[in-house]
Every structure is written in structure tokens, then in C-alpha cells.
């Protein structure tokens, strides 16, 4: 595994340390890999989200106004017997 240097305020150093301290975390490491993990699957999440977004926007606007859905989704919830 390789290793990188990366340089913190005290305050920072100190938080991570209150981090491992409390059981959280094996280490230092362990902490700064998991915030990694969750950084890219949090951008991985968000270009989902923009795929989403733009092919909702690419397929046109919907025949159907806001209270038409409210009331199908109604419809929907009631026959699948969660509402």
C-alpha cells in the first residue's frame, strides 16, 4: 500500500485523533481512507443523480398535472395496501 504525506492544522490533527480516540477508528489512517470511501461514493451518487436529472429533462414534459399524479400515486399506495 503505498503512503502519503499530508499536512494538517492542529485543530484538524486534533479532531482526528478525538476520532480514533473514541473507538470509531483503529488509527489515523483507518479514518482518513474511510472519509475517502464516502467522498467517492458520494460523487458517485451525484453523477447518478445528474444521469437521472438530465434524461427527466431530455424526455419531455408529462400530460399529467400535479394533482393527477397526487392521486394516482394515492391510488397506488392504497391498492399496494400501504396507505
Known amino acids: 500500500m503505498a503512503s502519503m504525506s499530508v499536512s494538517l492544522s492542529d485543530q ?3 479532531f482526528i485523533k478525538s476520532r480514533v ?3 470509531d477508528y483503529h488509527n489515523e489512517s483507518e479514518y482518513i481512507r474511510d472519509l475517502v470511501r464516502k467522498d467517492r461514493e458520494k460523487l458517485s451518487d451525484e453523477q447518478k443523480l445528474l444521469t ?3 434524461q427527466s429533462e ?3 414534459t408529462s400530460e399529467y ?3 393527477d ?3 394516482s400515486v394515492k ?3 392504497i391498492n399496494d ?3
Do not use: A, F, T
Open 12 to 14: 484538524l490533527r486534533g
Open 21 to 23: 480516540n473514541s473507538g
Open 52 to 54: 437521472l436529472l438530465r
Open 58 to 60: 431530455q424526455s419531455g
Open 65 to 67: 398535472n400535479v394533482l
Open 69 to 71: 399524479i397526487m392521486k
Open 75 to 77: 391510488e397506488r399506495l
Open 81 to 83: 395496501g400501504k396507505l
